[in-house]
């Protein structure tokens, strides 16, 4: 498996143990960002605060186009480039519950269907 290609791919599991400690925004250089302090435990146990940033929003794709289509998708700012972010709702051989992750830059050809309509008002 040393020739498999995780560029723009990657997977989220299950967190039971964490809390959101603290949530708001921040403003540097002008930018106005959101943020979190989540509270969880390392392996000894011991408490450990992890400051997380937002990337961008998600939504739930309640129009699926195919079983393809990801569950959930939306457009994030990683080091400082677009990206459509696309979520599918996974299950290991194991039965345990993860969520596979795919980015394609913005200019790039969609990727399902991770558009939200736009609100018509």
């Known amino acids: 498996m040393d020739n498999y290609d995780d560029e723009k791919k990657g997977y989220l599991w299950h967190e039971n143990n964490s809390v959101i400690e603290r949530k708001g925004s921040f403003t540097i250089e ?49 080091n400082n480039k677009i990206y459509k972010l696309g979520c599918w709702a996974r299950e290991a051989e194991s039965g345990t519950p993860y969520t596979s992750l795919g980015f394609q830059e913005a200019e790039e050809a969609p990727m399902g269907s991770v558009e939200r309509p736009k609100a018509a008002f």
């Open 30 to 78: 002008g930018k106005k960002y959101y943020g979190a302090i989540i509270k969880s435990h390392n392996d000894k146990g011991e408490y450990k605060y992890e400051f997380m940033a937002s990337l961008g929003l998600l939504h739930l794709n309640e129009e699926k186009q195919s079983d393809k289509s990801p569950d959930m998708g939306g457009k994030i700012t990683l």
